[in-house]
């Protein structure tokens, strides 16, 4: 088992908007920054990249650097989020995974049996050495803007190496946890465990906050979430209590999960454009009212980005004013940043909401 985080003096950012939302605080503005900003709508991170493949840029520490701080230039956000790929520490274990452009990842020797599990590598800190380079390089950069690092959740990693691929309908994935509980839990706990350890070596560089993606957790029931998935979520998250950053915990269409979610022990709870942010905080306060408020983080449409500006900044004021009824509001989106997305609108779109 990965031993509780230790970690070493980082930069004072008592006062950064995002980190001050975060632990239900009064910032000075309405914090905001994009899931999938560094990266593909940005013209400058398509030039950095030609001749690169994803998971040797993952690796690069200068050039994860450039990338990472290309909309912390451009857009004015409050935090950068580490330049990664949640299929990361992964590779870096040995396990065959790479990432195919128009696919996603795929996995050379899916998971499926007890001796598939077995077989799996653990992750060693050493491994995502350039991770952590990375990390240094930018604290060294970022100045006052905090630095959120991020890594898969094990349901997600499991789905994609159960299934090879990306999946529409994870019918390998749920079929492996109902028919072999035994053989679905041994796999989430060694993703647990991978999950932690990279983690554990971005808070070690210097990150300050962590965003736990899963991605796909919304496939799945209530029941289902509680019973397979909770316990491996809740021990990644669990492990990094001692390191006294925020965690923030997203998953695609988990309306109906976020209660669960939040338990896995989620200080900020990411919440998806299918439920409004008011809704979402008043089926978080009834799951829970002897808890405080909550934090949450989100959730405009990323498809909006795409309208009129007439009705994105109606879209955008409206989820201001839903965020209030949070202890405290992290403004993003539903999900990533669209490939096609306009950087100026996204300009526009944080230029609004700080004037707010």
Known sequence: MTTPVAVSARRDLSQAPLLVAARGGAPA???????????????????????????????????????????????????????????????????????????GPVVAEPVRTVADVEALPKLALDQVAPVADAVRLLTA?????????????????????????????????????????????????????????????????????????????????????????????????????GAGVPRVHFGVGTGELLPAMREAGADVVGVDWRIPLDEAVRRLVAAAPELPVPVVQGNLDPALLTAEWDALEREVRRIHAEGKAARGHIFNLGHGVLPDTDPTVITRVVELIHSL
Not at 78 to 99: C, H, K, N, R
Not at 153 to 169: C, H, K, Q, V
Not at 228 to 237: A, Q
Request: glycine share 8%; proline share 6%; net charge negative.
């Open 29 to 103: 503005h309405t914090p905001v920054w994009f899931m999938r900003q560094a990266g593909r709508s940005l013209p400058e991170y398509r030039e950095v990249r030609k001749g690169t493949a994803m998971l040797e840029a993952c690796m690069t520490p200068d050039l994860v650097c450039e990338i990472t701080m290309q909309p912390i230039r451009r857009h004015g956000v409050d935090a950068a989020i580490l330049f990664s790929d949640i299929v990361v520490p992964l590779a870096a274990a040995g396990i065959g995974v790479e990432i195919v452009a128009g696919v």
């Open 141 to 241: 950069e970022l100045g006052e803007t905090p630095l959120i690092g991020f890594a898969g959740a094990p349901f997600t990693l499991a789905s994609y190496l159960i299934e090879g691929g990306p999946s529409r309908n994870h019918e390998r994935t749920k079929a492996l946890m109902h028919s072999d509980p035994r053989t679905w839990h041994a796999l989430l706990g060694a993703l647990a465990e991978i999950a932690a350890t990279f983690l554990r070596a971005q808070l070690d560089a210097g990150v300050d906050a962590v965003q736990l993606f899963d991605s796909w957790a919304g496939a799945l029931s209530e029941r289902d979430y509680r019973e397979f998935v909770l316990p491996h979520s809740e021990r990644v998250l669990g492990e990094l209590a």
